[in-house]
């Protein structure tokens, strides 16, 4: 099996799975607990609270471990808008979110907008990206928090998130990025990038699923949203998961020193592959701004083939791709991404999201075009068909 899904998941990395199997088979303790069962657990989790801060520039004791990327982006917007509410006067009530966010911002803030929050909506350029003017035009004295995503999980465009939150400040609002897809694949740095919250998940980076952190600077006010325990400085209660987390501080650590060696070469892959795909099958459209992107990411359109046949197609030749996100999978609706960048429903439900990663070789990105040449002119030969058919009738 080949796998080109990796903005989807990623494989466990063999030596992030064996820095948790101590804490699965031997360090049982609740890192709550004071004797040396309990202390073993606590110093894996702080071993790994500094190996995800290094990741991303920041400091440990604004790391708060969560559940995944999309309870870390529903905490941010849930936490920072309810202690706005208490906290300013008068109070700040709106949110800013892109028309491009993951599920997990999009869906929190329209349910904050049916709680009585005002949520603006940004859209984005053909291309995929927010203009910085379109937010200055709409942030205002009212606005709480600014969400923008740093890199798109769809099309993989990288958006100019130091300009959107320096535009954001000077509002007085704070600004959060879900970087879930960025981390691992560019360099992450709060600092430079300024914003005040940001999201992570370790299942995107080689590491275990159902963990992730919301990094939030120390003067950000924060609402928990889960209650009951001192736990992650009282920000998210409950056992932590202990091995979860050590597998995401091991993935992180590797993360970081993989990176110089990992983006070119799987971003020269992913060049070979568009490349490919021009030269063998006709009228082949790309999604997304050609420069500011992540560089395993490619999302093409191929008009006239069903998207979710070529990916079963794809699939008996043991191919793993995707049509749109993930989290939209199972539903035939076209990829609100893609929506938002003005691509015809058409188009978008006949477009296949490409995402390499660490173990993918130039062979199998030779396979896959090999493999989709004649499943794309099987597909469009019989959508001709019915269509002169239709015609007929
Ligand atoms: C951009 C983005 N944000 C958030 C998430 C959700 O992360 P998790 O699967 O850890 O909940 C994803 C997962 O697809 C994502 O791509």
């Known amino acids: 099996?080949?796998?080109?899904?990796?903005?989807?998941?990623?494989?466990?990395?063999?030596?992030?799975?064996?820095?948790?199997?101590?804490?699965?088979?031997?360090?049982?303790?609740?890192?709550?607990?004071?004797?040396?069962?309990?202390?073993?657990?606590?110093?894996?989790?702080?071993r790994a609270r500094r190996q995800v801060a290094e990741l991303?520039?920041?400091?440990?004791?604004?790391?708060?471990?969560?559940?995944g990327?999309?309870?870390?982006?529903?905490l941010a917007l849930a936490g920072v808008m309810q202690a706005a509410v208490a906290a300013s006067e008068p109070a700040r009530r709106e949110l800013i979110v892109s028309r491009i966010e993951h599920p997990a911002v999009l869906e929190h803030a329209a349910a904050l907008e049916a709680r009585g929050f005002v949520v603006?909506?940004?859209e984005v350029t053909a291309a995929g990206l927010v203009d910085p003017e379109a937010l200055r035009a709409l942030v205002c004295e009212q606005t709480a928090l600014v969400s923008v995503m740093l890199a798109n999980n769809d099309v993989g465009t990288l958006q100019p998130v130091a300009e959107l939150?320096?535009?954001?400040?000077?509002?007085?609002?704070?600004?959060?990025?879900?970087?879930?897809q960025a981390a691992g694949k560019v360099a992450v740095d709060m600092g430079a990038l300024g914003v005040d919250l940001l999201s992570l998940s370790a299942h995107k980076i080689y590491g275990p699923k159902g963990v992730g952190a919301l990094v939030l600077r120390r003067d950000v006010a924060l609402e928990p949203q889960v209650r009951g325990g001192a736990q992650e400085m009282r920000r998210r209660a409950g056992t932590e998961n202990v091995a979860g987390i050590v597998g995401f501080g091991a993935a992180a650590e590797l993360a970081r020193a993989r990176l110089g060696e990992d983006a070119p070469r799987v971003a020269a892959l992913r060049d070979?592959?568009?490349?490919?795909?021009?030269?063998?099958?006709?009228?082949?459209?790309?999604?997304?701004?050609?420069?500011?992107?992540?560089?395993n990411?490619?999302?093409?359109?191929?008009?006239?083939?069903?998207?979710?046949?070529?990916?079963m197609n794809l699939d008996l030749g043991g191919y793993c791709v995707s049509v749109g996100s993930a989290c939209a999978s199972g539903k035939r609706e076209a990829s609100h991404v893609l929506q938002a960048m003005g691509v015809s429903d058409e188009l978008a439900l006949s477009t296949l999201?490409?995402?390499?990663g660490r173990q993918t070789s130039a062979a199998d990105v030779e396979g896959v075009v090999e493999a989709l040449v004649p499943v794309v002119a099987r597909l469009r030969e019989a959508s001709a068909r019915a269509g002169d058919r239709r015609a007929a009738s």
């Not at 796998?3 to 063999?14: E, I, K, R, S, V």
């Not at 990327?69 to 529903?74: C, K």
């Open 1 to 46: 099996m080949i796998y080109l899904d990796h903005n989807a998941t990623t494989p466990l990395d063999p030596a992030v799975l064996e820095a948790m199997l101590p804490y699965l088979r031997e360090h049982h303790g609740n890192p709550s607990s004071v004797h040396a069962a309990g202390q073993a657990a606590r110093r894996g989790i702080d």
């Open 56 to 67: 991303v520039g920041a400091s440990e004791s604004e790391v708060t471990f969560t559940s």
């Open 69 to 74: 990327g999309s309870e870390a982006d529903n």
């Open 120 to 122: 603006r909506r940004l």
């Open 165 to 180: 939150a320096s535009i954001a400040h000077a509002r007085g609002a704070r600004f959060h990025t879900d970087a879930v």
């Open 272 to 295: 070979r592959l568009e490349q490919l795909l021009a030269e063998r099958i006709p009228s082949v459209t790309f999604h997304g701004d050609r420069q500011r992107r992540l560089g």
């Open 297 to 311: 990411t490619a999302s093409c359109g191929f008009a006239g083939a069903a998207g979710e046949a070529l990916v």
């Open 353 to 356: 999201r490409f995402s390499l």
